[in-house]
């Protein structure tokens, strides 16, 4: 099992490019969710999808969009990058349950020139 | 709103030490609380989950402890060792509204040296 996987793992854009990143995971969990991660802050949610077909809003939602291509894929779009969306970013994976345990893809760095 | 809080930021100690990283959150009503590592330029790992009816949870050398009625947790390393250099994440659960949402904590960047 390869877990959650990220394409790409590195990119940089210059202002006004758009670009999509693509998770996939391979567990037949039902949610998938997206994090950055700035330095000094934490991880902070951006989208999550409770399961197939619903998505929803999470703590800095603006500026992205998001789709649930299938059970397997979850992929964050940036339609017009912008230099404060310069960011390492993660998806995760969980099944809901007693736990609802997260994992978590390697990252995308991406850059905003 | 739910806060999660890390300290120390940075901690560095030598080999062999027994050490303590602390987590705190402002709001008690939480499902579960996990903690994460991270490796430079990697993703996180899960290292231990503890659901709000327990207590603690151990694996190997790490001892997490809960005590939601004081809004805290503990992680500790016992006999640290030079592989265990790492930035510790904290992250809880909320119960109720949203709960499939963690929150996290910036992190406590641990080093060990030989």
């Known amino acids: 099992n390869a877990g959650v996987t990220q394409t790409p793992k590195f990119q940089v854009l210059k202002t006004g490019q758009s670009m999509t990143l693509q998770c996939a995971q391979d567990m037949n969990h039902n949610s998938m969710y997206w994090y950055r991660q700035d330095p000094g802050m934490g991880l902070r949610l951006i989208y999550y999808s409770a399961s197939e077909g619903t998505t929803d809003k999470g703590e800095v939602p603006n500026g992205y969009n998001v789709s649930r291509l299938n059970k397997r894929e979850f992929s964050l779009r940036l339609e017009s990058a912008a230099p404060s969306q310069t960011s390492v970013y993660f998806c995760?994976?969980?099944?809901?349950?007693?736990?609802?345990?997260?994992?978590f893809g390697p990252g995308t760095r991406l850059t905003v020139l | 709103k739910q806060e999660v809080t890390q300290i120390p930021a940075a901690l560095s100690v030598p080999e062999g030490e027994n050490l303590v990283l602390n987590c705190s959150f402002t709001?008690?009503?939480?499902?579960?609380l996990q903690w994460f590592r991270q490796d430079p330029g990697k993703g996180l790992t899960s290292l231990l989950l503890?659901?709000?009816?327990?207590r603690e949870q151990t694996s190997g050398r790490l001892n997490a402890s809960l005590d939601k009625s004081s809004g805290r947790s503990t992680l500790y390393i016992a006999a640290s060792q030079p592989g265990d250099s790492a930035t510790y994440l904290c992250a809880v659960r909320r119960s109720g509204g949203g709960y499939n949402k963690l929150i996290f904590g910036a992190g406590t960047r641990l080093a060990v040296h030989p």
């Open positions: 503890i659901q709000s009816s327990q």
């Open positions: 709001d008690s009503a939480i499902y579960n």
């Open positions: 995760a994976s969980s099944e809901p349950g007693l736990a609802n345990e997260q994992f």
